[in-house]
């Protein structure tokens, strides 16, 4: 019962294991096919393999897909990106120089937004899943949450533009940047959070409680440490979308050129996609900065990758050892 | 003692449900800005003559602020994508949660994982310099940032959405229903398509929703692959400029609350009441007609 009201939100906040983990092996389905009963001949076979067929292409598309298209950045890009493109500021009104500012832009918005998302993230979802009871007041709040995760980013833009920048007077800054991020991220965290809330066996409560303990001691001394990897996953996929997202920081944060690094929170920024974004779009001479561009790409793909891979490989290590 | 233990529970717990309610507090707090810097527009124009005037020209003078084609982009865009990603990510999910083999779906999930956590604009960035040469030189068009190569591009990003989520639906069917279609002689893909799909559908169908409700939503792709063209498209090789590229592009140049400023936000209004009512359907199908076991065929 549970389970099922909450496969809504864990899946449209995105990618924080956008599958959802399973208790039960998946030996149950496979083998009744393998057995006499699912022998087929003739044309009802040859309509089956051609149908299968079509399915396994289907598979193989997206597949293909993520490969060109990461295999097509990395081939124009590995050239130019060097130990001086990764360790200078941009030159030559941007058609040269290299992309620090922009990477350590990057990195300052992810993190903060982690930072102040996390925290927040990691509350709502303690009362998802240890405190609320299911009921009129918990189907407001998660379709609030569900709600928020399909909030287009622009909107999200607009939002931090009038409230963060201009309302609460913070100016274009990686503060407003930050927070306007974080929002956008809340709804990743909280899925992943009550993913790893959820796997923590509810005998460990059960133990917990039974000697003695309040809800808030068991909460805080066992069922949190058991769920802190799995919540330190969510926290590394939050940050790879919170550092991929172009369109919330746009009218927030982000400008085309700073000569320096941030040097306080108010400080405008550069940031990798929206480097993109501009010398692919509005740059000084587009054709003459494609390499920049590939090379700009390559790095944000690198580092929003790898952060996916790590929490890919180790959440599937987690769930390893909860079997 | 123990009443202050519980007192401190007590405490505990309303901590959590108030920090649980800032996901709605955020909600509202958007639609709060936006409709605040966004209603104003409607002093300049009426409501049916923003929403259905066929001109776009924000910064002419006068203005002409009708977003009916940039509406009609971003549904247009959102149609042919869906088109692309429905098969490809329902048929995928069929794959994985029916024929794959345990070895290989943990491949393929990670995968289609990876293909969610893409960022927009490098998809967008491909867009322009890849797909666009190939439509323009194949098709021989004048460019090939248009409708259909957004859609495309676009697809790439609801696919990962609507297949997780199909997945999970046809993985729930209960066995005891295939069983059943297998024992009365269907074969495999009979069980497939006349038992397991119909019985998986409202899973499928909110998968389906909320993969175009991203498609909508989305902003880099649209904004560096449509065009960019305000014109209502008569072919799918028209430039387009759907609403989030509109608002994405002219925001910079727009004048701190002047029309073309509240014109935005209004747009960002309309934008935000699609995706909110494609999720909120979303929600109403998948509770309504919860897969319940049998009973609910």
């Given at each position: 019962?549970?389970?099922?009201?909450?496969?809504?939100?864990?899946?449209?906040?995105?990618?924080?294991?956008?599958?959802?983990?399973?208790?039960?092996?998946?030996?149950?389905?496979n083998n009744i096919l393998e057995s006499s009963f699912a022998r087929v001949h003739g044309r009802r076979?040859?309509?089956?393999?051609?149908?299968?067929?079509?399915?396994?292409?289907?598979?193989?598309?997206?597949?293909?897909?993520?490969?060109?298209?990461?295999?097509?950045?990395?081939?124009?890009?590995?050239?130019?990106?060097?130990?001086?493109?990764?360790?200078?500021?941009?030159?030559?009104?941007?058609?040269?120089?290299?992309?620090?500012?922009?990477?350590?832009?990057t990195l300052c918005l992810g993190i903060g937004a982690i930072v102040v998302a996390l925290p927040i993230g990691v509350a709502s979802a303690i009362y998802l899943n240890e405190y609320a009871r299911p009921g009129r007041v918990l189907r407001l709040i998660r379709l609030g949450i569900s709600n928020l995760a399909g909030v287009p980013s622009v909107v999200f833009g607009l939002f931090g533009l009038a409230f963060f920048v201009i309302w609460l007077k913070m100016g274009e800054s990686i503060l407003a940047g930050v927070l306007t991020l974080a929002a956008l991220t809340l709804p990743v965290i909280i899925g992943s959070t009550e993913e790893s809330l959820k796997s923590v066996p509810n005998t460990y409560r059960e133990a917990s409680l039974a000697i003695g303990a309040t809800r808030w001691q068991t909460i805080y001394r066992v069922v949190l440490p058991a769920a802190l990897p799995g919540i330190l996953t969510g926290a590394i996929l939050g940050l790879s979308r919170a550092a991929g997202e172009t369109a919330p920081i746009m009218f927030t944060a982000a400008v085309f050129f700073t000569p320096t690094l941030p040097?306080?929170?108010?400080?405008?920024?550069?940031?990798?996609p929206y480097h993109i974004y501009v010398l692919a779009t509005?740059?000084?001479?587009?054709?003459?900065?494609?390499?920049?561009?590939?090379?700009?790409?390559?790095?944000?793909?690198a580092m929003v990758l790898g952060m996916n891979l790590v929490a890919i490989v180790w959440r599937a290590r987690l769930r390893k050892r909860m079997k | 003692m123990t009443n202050a233990r519980q007192r401190t529970d007590q405490s505990v717990r309303i901590f959590f449900f108030s920090?649980?309610?800032?996901?709605?507090?955020?909600?509202?707090?958007?639609?709060?800005?936006?409709?605040?810097?966004?209603?104003?527009i409607f002093r300049k124009v009426t409501l049916s003559g923003f929403v259905f005037g066929k001109f776009w020209y924000p910064t002419s003078s006068p203005p002409d602020f009708g977003i009916f084609p940039l509406i009609v982009a971003s549904i247009a865009v959102t149609l042919v994508s869906a088109m692309i990603s429905i098969p490809l990510g329902v048929m995928t999910a069929v794959y994985l949660a029916e024929l794959a083999h345990k070895r290989v779906a943990e491949i393929m999930k990670p995968i289609v994982e990876l293909l969610a956590?893409?960022?927009?604009?490098?998809?967008?960035?491909?867009g322009m310099v890849v797909v666009a040469p190939f439509l323009q030189n194949t098709f021989g068009i004048a460019t090939g940032l248009n409708l259909f190569n957004a859609a495309l591009m676009l697809s790439f990003m609801?696919?990962?959405?609507?297949c997780s989520l199909s997945e999970d639906a046809i993985y729930s069917v209960p066995v005891a229903l295939k069983e059943g279609s297998l024992a009365l002689g269907a074969t495999h893909w009979e069980t497939l398509i006349l038992v397991i799909l119909p019985a998986s559908i409202s899973g499928i169908s909110t998968a389906i929703i909320l993969g175009m409700s991203r498609a909508i939503g989305e902003t880099m792709v649209v904004l560096m692959v449509a065009g960019g063209a305000a014109m209502i498209p008569s072919s799918l090789m028209d430039p387009v400029r759907p609403m989030p590229a509109s608002i994405a592009a002219e925001m910079a140049e727009a004048s701190f609350r002047g029309d073309h400023y509240y014109a935005l936000f209004a747009t960002g209004i309309v934008l935000f009441l699609f995706t909110l009512l494609f999720n909120i359907i979303a929600d109403h199908i998948s509770h309504k007609y919860r897969q319940t076991g049998e009973a609910s065929l």
């Open positions: 019962m549970m389970e099922e009201t909450q496969i809504l939100t864990n899946h449209h906040s995105g990618s924080a294991g956008i599958f959802s983990v399973r208790a039960d092996s998946p030996e149950k389905k076979k040859r309509v089956q393999r051609f149908l299968f067929m079509l399915f396994r292409m289907a598979a193989l598309i997206n597949g293909i897909g993520l490969f060109v298209v990461v295999f097509f950045v990395a081939w124009n890009g590995w050239k130019a990106v060097t130990w001086e493109f990764l360790t200078q500021a941009p030159t030559d009104s941007m058609t040269k120089g290299g992309i620090l500012p922009c990477i350590v832009g040097t306080s929170p108010f400080s405008k920024i550069m940031a990798l509005a740059g000084t001479n587009i054709e003459a900065t494609r390499p920049l561009q590939y090379g700009t790409s390559l790095v944000l793909i | 920090v649980a309610l800032a996901s709605i507090a955020i909600l509202f707090m958007i639609m709060v800005f936006l409709f605040m810097e966004g209603l104003p956590a893409l960022p927009s604009v490098v998809i967008g960035f491909f609801s696919v990962p959405t609507i």
